[in-house]
């Protein structure tokens, strides 16, 4: 019953996984640790999305990625 009622999340969570390392990879930056915990999700129900461990210059990567898409996300919403 619990493996039919979380069907819907596991999906997500694996569809989630894929998407980030597509995005990660077209910008050249990559978590290879990324995966989802199917483990935790079978015991609890809920399953997380594991980033683990990444090179630094990697993660420097993606936090310019987030600044430069927040920047434009505020440009947009003050209609700019």
Same mark, same amino acid.
């Given at each position: 019953m619990l493996n039919r009622a979380t069907a819907d999340q596991?999906? $997500? /969570?694996a569809l989630v996984v894929d998407d980030l390392a597509a995005v990660l990879a077209l910008c =050249?930056?990559?978590l290879p640790s990324l995966e %989802?915990?199917?483990e935790y999700g079978r @015991?609890? =129900?809920?399953y997380l999305v594991s980033l683990g461990a990444a090179r630094a210059?990697? %993660?420097?990567?993606? %936090? $310019?990625l987030l600044r430069k898409g927040l920047h434009f996300e @505020?440009? /947009?919403d003050d209609g700019g």
């Open positions: 596991r999906r $997500e /969570a =050249g930056a990559k %989802v915990d199917w @015991r609890t =129900g809920c210059s990697d %993660v420097v990567r993606i %936090v $310019e @505020r440009l /947009a």
